[in-house]
């Protein structure tokens, strides 16, 4: 069983910056495809952007040049740098960690998944 901890969510104005942090528990952490979603009231949860095991990214169309998601093998860490936050960033954004990333980014499936932490944006 792997656990996910987001952080570092919280309230931001527009075009303000977030960097989001999840910690997983798998001592195996290396070998996870990891991937950050959100939800926002009202509406489906969305894929944001994902990192291979390898470290190579894939992100949404609407937030290529402003979010950047890297991770830290050491610390079992994936991060999520959020940049010019527009109001509709607004949402409950998870963590997901898969063997199979193209599960993970063509139909937002993965082995585990976190609790969320909130990102307001106001305008």
């Known amino acids: 069983q792997v656990q996910l901890v987001e952080s570092g969510g919280g309230l931001v104005q527009g075009g303000g910056s977030l960097r989001l942090s999840c910690a997983a528990s798998?001592?195996?952490?290396?070998?996870?495809?990891m991937g950050w979603f959100r939800q926002a009231p009202g509406k489906e949860r969305e894929f944001v952007a994902a990192?291979?095991?390898?470290?190579?990214?894939t992100f949404a169309n609407f937030v290529k040049g402003r979010f950047t998601i890297s991770r830290d093998n050491a610390k079992n860490t994936v991060f999520l740098q959020m940049n010019s936050l527009k109001p509709e960033d607004t949402a409950i954004y998870y963590c997901?960690?898969?063997?199979?990333?193209?599960?993970?980014?063509?139909?937002?499936?993965?082995?585990?998944w976190g609790k969320g932490t909130q990102v307001t944006v106001s305008s």
């Open positions: 990192i291979t095991s390898s470290g190579s990214p």
């Open positions: 798998a001592r195996t952490f290396s070998s996870f495809n």
């Open positions: 997901a960690a898969t063997t199979t990333f193209t599960n993970l980014i063509t139909r937002g499936a993965a082995d585990y």
